[in-house]
């Protein structure tokens, strides 16, 4: 009994001890960059073909970097993230 005792004991401190370094992220709306899904930029599981058919060429295209492939298109008022030829994010620049 005292083996089971002091394993619980153990386990709650441990619990309360990861707790504390716990943060919370402040996801106000004013502090957003932007939404998915807004009217005016690609969509989620857009291709690269579709989103330059629908937006034209972007100003400036990054090299995919790690595995998988991330690549970054650049536009006036927004970024645009692939992962291989997919959308995957794009997010309004301030």
Do not use: C
Not at 23 to 35: H, T
Not at 64 to 73: A, Q, S
Request: proline share 6%; hydrophobic share 45%.
């Amino acid at each position: 009994m005292a083996k089971v005792t002091a394993k619980l004991l153990l386990a709650l401190s441990l619990g309360i001890a990861v707790g504390v370094g716990a943060q919370n992220l402040d996801m106000r709306a004013g502090d957003r960059s932007a939404s998915f899904d807004e009217p005016g930029k690609p969509t989620r599981g857009m291709t690269q073909t579709r989103v330059e058919a629908a937006f034209g060429a972007p100003q400036n295209r990054r090299a995919p970097v790690g595995d998988p492939p991330i690549t970054r298109w650049e536009y006036a008022d927004f970024v645009v993230f692939f992962e291989h030829d997919k959308v995957i994010h794009a997010v309004s620049k301030r």
